[in-house]
């Protein structure tokens, strides 16, 4: 039913009235969801949002200072826990939201943080810090066009806000634009070259970018400024082969044996020690250490099957829809590339990326987010405008070359959404024995979109995974065998032309010496 405006803020002017601030913030809202450019129900939600005053105010401050503290001693967890009480009273003040939004994401729970921002941005859309805040947690989730939405209007204001430098910057490396990233970095390090997180993250946007040893200075400067810096220990240890004597090794198993270390820092610590135990041939340690850091990710963070089963139905529900019938693109036409991780689609895009006429993009995040948006019915608009939205992005992104990879491997979850918006796609399915991708999957610590990736850390559900991507992929296959290419890992390495002139050929593109001479 929708709202009429002069009964409706009559009513939230009663809820004010009686105490209830929170819902007459939601009413507000609500009308201006309806009446945007209404003057008095954005001054009735500026009056239901106004902080306490008096004793009110000062437990609030109080509450707030101890949270300050408990986030600043690396206390992430304890401080949710008293955010989420503090939250259930004030739902209604954003400074509140804001906090709870920044522990949930220090905590490692970046769903509940984009929850707690998002609201604190509707009730406060002009606070810089707030939409800053909320464009990290947007990034932690990969919709990274939303996130710089929200902060390049913050850095034309002030181009030196630092918090928001680093959303930038973070948002361009999940969105695979590592050289924006790390000239945005270079920005911040310039305003505040003592911020150890700068130069963390420059150093894993040089990473993606296969620039190792530009990735180990930065990390060198940023384990100076920041020697504890669990995160910052895992990333060495990826990008370096442990040899006898690295004192990080002492170092990880010292500072497992603290009983009071963080649960994120173990997981973090524990899959680092587990990599250099086995780049030093001790399987035993490597493969207890890894036992340990994912049973304890997992007790962390479950995920939710039963929403993954759901979601999944919903997508192999659009191959029974009549598909688009969109105009011919004349650049970026979509190769999607999938299966599941560590199956050999990083190889594939490479050699396919050294042809002219194609363009590798990366692992892209806008897929998974437009898949989300849509609901598990949406109508044909709604599909119309999730591939408007997807190719924008990919405008904006990427060359304008006749082909564009998307080489996002879960998106094997959205299939059935690739069929039905992209007709004129081509799907490159690849394929690894499952017990080599298992065991790669298992020793590895995904800190950043973990929420996509929670089976991982649990054997039953990766190989439950496994299975349904084989499973769904294979049904696929037999609808449209002239749209979905499977390329098994161990055809590509042992006769690579051989695999790769069929492709090209479906693309209707010659074979190029290129493609042989990739690396």
Not at 194 to 209: F, Q, T, V, Y
Not at 371 to 399: F, I, M, N, W
Not at 475 to 500: K, N, Y
Not at 510 to 518: I, K
Request: glycine letters at 6%; hydrophobic letters at 50%.
């Amino acid at each position: 039913m929708a709202l009429a405006l002069d009964p409706a803020l009559r009513r939230a002017r009663s809820h004010l009235q009686a105490g209830r601030a929170a819902l007459a913030a939601d009413l507000a809202l609500a009308l201006l969801d309806r009446f945007p450019a209404n003057a008095r129900a954005r001054a009735l939600l500026a009056e239901a949002t106004r902080p306490a005053d008096g004793a009110e105010a000062a437990r609030l401050n109080a509450a707030i200072a101890q949270v300050t503290r408990l986030l600043a001693d690396g206390r992430a967890a304890a401080a949710l826990e008293a955010m989420r009480l503090l939250a259930a009273g004030h739902g209604h003040l954003p400074q509140i939201l804001d906090l709870h939004g920044v522990a949930a994401l220090e905590a490692g729970h970046p769903g509940e943080a984009r929850q707690a921002l998002t609201r604190a941005h509707r009730l406060a859309p002009g606070d810089a810090q707030i939409a800053t805040h909320l464009a990290l947690a947007l990034a932690e989730y990969r919709d990274t066009d939303a996130a710089l939405a929200l902060v390049d209007p913050v850095l034309a204001a002030d181009p030196a806000a630092a918090l928001a430098l680093m959303a930038r910057a973070k948002a361009l490396d999940m969105a695979g634009r590592g050289a924006e990233a790390v000239a945005t970095f270079d920005r911040l390090i310039a305003l505040r070259p003592d911020l150890a997180e700068a130069h963390g993250g420059r150093a894993k946007a040089l990473a993606s970018l296969g620039q190792t040893a530009a990735a180990l200075a930065s990390l060198s400067e940023a384990r100076r400024l920041a020697p504890r810096h669990a995160e910052f220990l895992r990333l060495y240890c990826n990008l370096t082969r442990i040899a006898p004597g690295d004192p990080v090794t002492a170092e990880l198993e010292r500072r497992l044996a603290a009983p009071a270390l963080a649960a994120p820092d173990r997981v973090s610590l524990g899959f680092a020690a587990g990599k250099a135990r086995h780049d030093l041939g001790d399987a035993d340690a490597a493969f207890a250490h890894w036992e340990a850091a994912n049973d304890l990710h997992h007790r962390l963070h479950p995920g939710d099957p039963a929403a993954e089963a759901a979601a999944l139905d919903h997508d192999l529900a659009l191959t029974d829809r009549t598909p688009l019938d969109p105009a011919p693109l004349a650049c970026r036409r979509p190769v999607f590339l999938l299966g599941m991780p560590r199956s050999g689609s990083t190889l594939l895009e490479q050699i396919l990326a050294s042809h002219p006429a194609i363009h590798g993009a990366g692992e892209r995040p806008e897929l998974a987010v437009a898949a989300a948006q849509l609901g598990p019915e949406p109508s044909q608009d709604a599909l119309l405008s999730a591939r408007a939205r997807y190719l924008d992005a990919l405008a904006r992104a990427t060359p304008p070359l006749p082909f564009v990879i998307d080489k996002q491997p879960l998106n094997w979850r959205h299939a059935g959404m690739i069929r039905a918006a992209f007709p004129e796609a081509v799907i490159l399915y690849t394929t690894r024995d499952p017990r080599a991708v298992t065991w790669s999957l298992w020793r590895r610590h995904f800190p950043q979109g973990f929420a996509a990736m929670a089976f991982a850390y649990d054997f039953d559900r990766l190989a439950e995974t496994a299975a349904a991507c084989a499973r769904i992929m294979a049904g696929h296959r037999a609808d449209r065998p002239d749209a979905v290419i499977e390329v098994p890992l161990a055809a590509l390495t042992a006769g690579l032309e051989a695999t790769i002139r069929p492709i090209l050929d479906r693309l209707g593109l010659p074979w190029e010496q290129a493609c042989a001479l990739f690396h």
